[in-house]
């Protein structure tokens, strides 16, 4: 009797350490950060799109789109997220699970004499049993709130994947724009070299010009195709490049390209939010970080909870019929119980330690989570400033451009004339080609810092949307 009146007061008290753990067992599941007023870097307003997830339609380059589909449907790194995707939903279904009953159905079937003298006997019962753990702890439940953080987080690596496999594809796509444009300036001075070296050559033989003369000429012909093979090896290498990132035969690959990259490709612009905490929050792998830290919260308070007592309830139903001589008897048996208390008393220490580890990783992932945004806030800043920077440029790039071709056009007409020595010549035609060549470079780094912005805004990420899916 006195063990009973025991039990009878043990659990209100575990009820009442059960409903007060929830809110005090766990730490903060969303914590402060500090971001900026504003960017420091000043903002691009060359023009805005509607939405980032649209972006690359914006280009005006349909090959371009299609590339980056081929690319993310064969893309192992998406393919590996989209199951961290369904793994993660897998055991949210398995943690809800928990928070329920169980609920099986049973059939049993036997035949025999169960006493001496007595006819044979045949037992059939069907019947229902149940078996739930109370979660006054709230142990299950903080498991199930971190199941549910880790499938949004889950959700927001697959868009970050497919993210960072579009942006590879587009730098691949304008580097190869580039490349062919270089290819295209690389033949005209080997064939600009090629024909200096041929008359230089005549001119000498008839004794106009020194053997030295045409010996540099040559030389310098040579140096123009030896730059041209370069030229083409680095282009078929970008090619390659997007073969493998799309999975296209190079055949085909080739004809579409040959056919789009016509004109110089060109990134469309992007307006940005002047609220860096607007813009950051809008990052996939910020929002996963975030999510980390509701796990890491959730874990914190189930690790606790294990040390509070635990309730458990069973039950079952079922219908019997026993048949002998001929005659059927039905029944109907039940139970209700054992409702049953566990307490943890000893166990060397475990359920401490692992409070322990799971405090520890608490504060391990908040700090990176703080420290994702930091760099979030840097890579915005840096995308920020080479767009200036480049924006800045572009004007300087191109007068010089201009200039050195007109002096390189000068020069080759003075020494047609007999008025300008070769070396001049050459001074003017290296001029000439590095201008060019800087002007095309400044036009691909353009474009990489628009879709390192794109990259650092978060690609069209919306955690609204995968909130709400998530959660159904």
Same mark, same amino acid.
């Given at each position: 009797m006195m063990i009973q009146h025991a039990f009878h007061k043990l659990i209100p008290l575990a009820v009442a350490l059960a409903l007060s753990a929830c809110s005090t067992f766990m730490p903060p599941a969303q914590v402060d950060v500090v971001t900026p007023a504003q960017w420091q870097a000043p903002l691009p307003h060359q023009g805005s799109v509607g939405s980032l997830t649209?972006?690359?339609?914006?280009?005006?380059?349909?090959?371009?789109?299609?590339?980056?589909?081929?690319?993310?449907a064969v893309s192992p790194s998406i393919s590996q997220a989209l199951a961290r995707v369904e793994t993660a939903r897998a055991q949210q279904a398995t943690a809800r699970s928990a928070l329920l009953p169980n609920l099986n159905?049973?059939?049993?079937?036997?035949?025999?004499?169960?006493?001496?003298?007595?006819?044979v006997t045949t037992t059939q019962q069907l019947g229902l049993q149940s078996a739930w753990e109370i979660d006054v702890v709230g142990a299950?439940? @903080?498991?199930?709130? *971190?199941?549910?953080?880790? !499938?949004?987080?889950?959700?927001?690596?697959?868009?970050? #994947?497919?993210?960072?496999?579009?942006?590879?594809?587009?730098?691949?796509?304008?580097s190869l724009s580039t490349c062919q444009q270089q290819l295209a300036l690389a033949r005209r001075d080997a064939a600009s070299r090629q024909e200096t070296a041929r008359l230089t050559e005549i001119n000498a033989k008839v004794g106009f010009l020194a053997p030295s003369v045409s010996a540099m000429a040559r030389a310098s012909a040579a140096d123009g195709n030896s730059r041209l093979t370069q030229q083409s090896a680095l282009c078929d290498l970008d090619t390659k490049g997007l073969v493998a990132l799309t999975a296209i035969p190079e055949p085909d690959l080739k004809a579409k390209l040959a056919a789009a990259l016509v004109k110089t490709a060109r990134a469309a612009p992007i307006s940005v939010a002047s609220v860096? @905490?607007?813009?950051? *929050?809008?990052?996939?792998? !910020?929002?996963?970080?975030?999510?980390?830290?509701?796990? #890491?919260?959730a874990q914190v308070g189930n690790a606790k909870a294990q040390r509070l007592p635990r309730l458990s309830l069973n039950g079952s139903i079922a219908g019997t019929r026993l048949t002998t001589g001929g005659v059927d008897q039905d029944g109907t048996t039940w139970s209700f119980g054992p409702l049953a208390i566990s307490l943890p008393l000893f166990d060397a220490g475990q359920r401490a330690a692992a409070v322990t580890a799971s405090e520890a990783n608490y504060e391990a992932v908040v700090m990176a989570y703080r420290g994702k945004v930091r760099q979030a806030v840097r890579e915005v800043e840096e995308a920020l400033v080479n767009l200036q920077s480049t924006a800045a440029r572009t004007d300087d790039a191109i007068v010089s451009t201009r200039g050195y071709a007109e002096s390189l056009s000068a020069t080759q007409s003075r020494f047609g004339q007999g008025l300008a020595s070769l070396v001049e010549l050459e001074d003017a035609r290296?001029?000439?080609?590095?201008?060019?060549?800087?002007?095309?470079?400044?036009?691909?780094?353009?474009?990489r810092a628009w879709?390192?912005?794109?990259?650092?805004?978060?690609?069209?990420f919306e955690p609204d949307a995968v909130t709400k899916t998530a959660s159904n």
């Open positions: 649209q972006w690359w339609d914006q280009q005006g380059d349909p090959l371009l789109v299609e590339l980056i589909a081929a690319a993310q159905a049973q059939y049993a079937a036997s035949r025999g004499v169960g006493q001496p003298n007595f006819p299950n439940r @903080a498991v199930s709130r *971190a199941a549910l953080a880790n !499938v949004q987080g889950t959700q927001a690596q697959w868009h970050d #994947a497919r993210v960072s496999v579009a942006a590879e594809v587009a730098n691949l796509y304008y860096p @905490a607007q813009t950051i *929050a809008q990052r996939p792998d !910020v929002f996963s970080a975030e999510r980390d830290v509701v796990v #890491a919260s290296r001029n000439a080609l590095a201008s060019e060549s800087s002007q095309l470079a400044l036009a691909l780094e353009r474009n879709v390192a912005l794109y990259r650092a805004l978060g690609g069209g």
